[in-house]
């Protein structure tokens, strides 16, 4: 007797990818930084909001991979070593952050603004279409 998992079911046709989608995701959320918001602003609307103090425009990359959002934060610590701290709690650091995105979801748009990142998305209505597949005849042995 064999176990069948979700994306290997013989009715399931094209959904090999499902599990190594899910375990990617999984891995990337581990990560805490940057934190982060995603909410619903239309019927097919989203964003994504990243709390990022302290970067600017220019220490920010975001790039579509496929189907994945990747945000990256490279922070310059320019001056640091002019300066002599008491307490140092706010460090200069780097990050990704990997967001899986669904067939038919796009980037709207990005923009920093007081210490957030907003990435809109948008999800393209998916229309039901009905079509007929044509059965050819074949003769035996071809």
Do not use: W
């Amino acid at each position: 007797m064999s176990k069948l998992t979700f994306p290997s079911h013989p009715l399931l046709l094209g959904f090999d990818q499902l599990e190594r989608l899910v375990e990617r995701t999984a891995r990337s959320g581990a990560e805490g930084y940057p934190p982060f918001n995603i909410e619903v602003t239309g019927d097919h609307s989203f964003r994504i909001t990243l709390a990022l103090a302290g970067f600017r425009e220019d220490d920010l990359s975001i790039t579509l991979e496929g189907r994945q959002l990747v945000v990256r934060g490279q922070q310059t610590d320019t001056g640091a070593e002019d300066r002599v701290f008491l307490h140092r709690g706010i460090a200069a650091r780097q990050f990704q952050r990997v967001f899986a995105l669904g067939d038919g979801v796009d980037v709207a748009g990005a923009a920093l603004s007081d210490g957030l990142l907003h990435i809109d998305l948008k999800r393209h209505e998916h229309e039901d279409t009905i079509q007929t597949i044509r059965i050819e005849r074949k003769e035996r042995g071809n």
